[in-house]
């Protein structure tokens, strides 16, 4: 099982200082959505220059065009990239497509689907690297969370590996890490609190010994 960091509400040099504080206890660092929008795939560039070993995923969340968007961001240097799951099936084989050209891979994200089961089983036979549920912010508001579709994909997706996003703190983890998901994806988790390196320190001695 592996964390991974998602920074959504930073810039670029706030992005640096973070990854920077909290890199030995992190896998993955997640440059978010926000971060695209503000600054482009130079963020993804910038980090991945600034911080080579770590694995760096662009979170693109790709609608449609994928296979050009994928080739971007690998140019940029992100390892994996996201591309929802509503998107066409086109698309997700698109991207499946260039990301193994670019010998990258591709996490596609459940947000907004409803029937998880079946869009699962569909994902996993077009040949996607990671299947990730997750309650975005706005229903992270109404007090969503992923982990009942976490127990769903766990039991239909073969191939692919598993991850969860979406909310997920400290004190929530333990029965996150009950459900064995391949990859742990925290935001706020970790960069809302004061101390952002215990944060993720705790964090993953939790993952480490499950
Ligand atoms: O993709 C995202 C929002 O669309 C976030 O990166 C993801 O939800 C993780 O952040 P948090 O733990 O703060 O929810």
Redesign the pocket.
Known sequence: MKLQL?L?LVDIPGAKQLVAEVQEHIDIV?I??PVVINEGLRAVKEIKEAFPSLTVLA?L?IMDAAGYEVMKASEAGADIITVLAAAEDMSIKGAVEEARKQKKQILV?M?GIKDIEGRAKELDAMGVDYICV????DL?AVGQNSFEDLKKIKRVVKNAKTAI????KLSTLPEVIKAQPDLV?????I??QEDKKAAAAEMQALIKQA
Not at 134 to 137: D, E, P, V
Not at 185 to 189: F, P
């Open positions: 998602a959504d997640e978010g959505t979170d969340k994200d947000i997750h309650t975005g912010y992270q996003a979406g909310g997920i994806i925290v935001g706020g988790g960069t809302g």
